[in-house]
């Protein structure tokens, strides 16, 4: 029976290196290479090929995943990239075996992220089109009219990005809070949806990640639990894991 080949980005997400997006970043880029070789986008690999990025080999661990829920303080940004950005998650947070962030919150805001070294479930998570909640609190500079919190759960286009908001879940808290359940990742969503709708942001906290609420003080971690992983599973069982990273053209 020939050998089962396996994509490249796959192999570095399976390893715990970094998600498929990322490793397709880190191809592009010419960080990678296969056998001494530099790859292209999509090339396939077997047992007995070595792969090396930044000209450390890269071998595929048995061993089991990590899955963590940190609670980001304001200031550190959500980024692997530990030579460009000195306050970057990776540094912060400083476990001990290789990690990262799935998906992002900006470095203003605060708030539950999700790492891992189980580049899968990344991608699952991410994928707009599972519609994944993800619920945040915010304050914002002026007292909460109906008509915001209407316009706001109605769905905004963002003329900067050219799209318009799937409806959400928005309840008011009180005068200057209010609650709002996303099922998009659009960047700096919520604080654009506010500037629409001339509103400044002074605070957001993102306080759970569908089934995983936020419970740890600000800048720790903590393991999901069984209960949570199972129940995440469950959630992301039916989820479509294909991820298509847009590659920039030159």
């Known amino acids: 029976m020939p050998e089962e080949l396996k994509r490249i980005n796959k192999y570095l997400s399976e390893a715990g290196y970094c998600s498929r997006r990322e490793a397709d970043k880190l191809i592009e880029a010419g960080r990678v290479t296969i056998n001494g070789v530099v790859p292209e986008m999509g090339t396939k690999i ?138 998009q990742g659009l960047n700096r969503q919520i604080r654009r949806m506010c500037d629409y709708l001339n509103y400044d942001v002074l605070t957001l906290k993102r306080v759970r990640i569908m089934n995983v609420i936020l419970d740890t003080p600000v800048g720790q971690y903590r393991e999901l639990t069984e209960k949570e992983f199972k129940e995440l599973s469950t959630l992301l069982e039916h989820s479509k894991k294909n991820y298509q990273a847009k590659i920039p053209r030159k």
């Open 46 to 183: 077997g047992t007995n090929d070595e792969v090396h990025v930044d000209g450390k080999l890269i071998k595929n661990s048995k061993e089991a995943f990590v899955y963590l829920a940190f609670n980001k303080p304001v200031g550190i940004v959500c980024t692997t990239d530990t030579r460009i950005e000195k306050d970057n998650i990776i540094d912060f947070i400083n476990y001990p075996k290789r990690i990262f962030p799935i998906g992002r919150l900006d470095k203003p805001s605060e708030g539950l992220i999700l790492l891992t070294d189980d580049g899968d479930i990344v991608n699952k998570i991410l994928r707009a089109s599972n519609n994944h909640e993800k619920e945040y609190v915010v304050t914002v500079d002026k007292p909460i009219s109906q008509t915001f919190i209407t316009r706001m759960s109605g769905g905004i286009y963002l003329e900067d990005l050219k799209q318009t908001t799937k409806k959400c879940e928005v309840e008011k808290l009180d005068k200057y809070t209010f609650r709002i359940v996303l099922t």
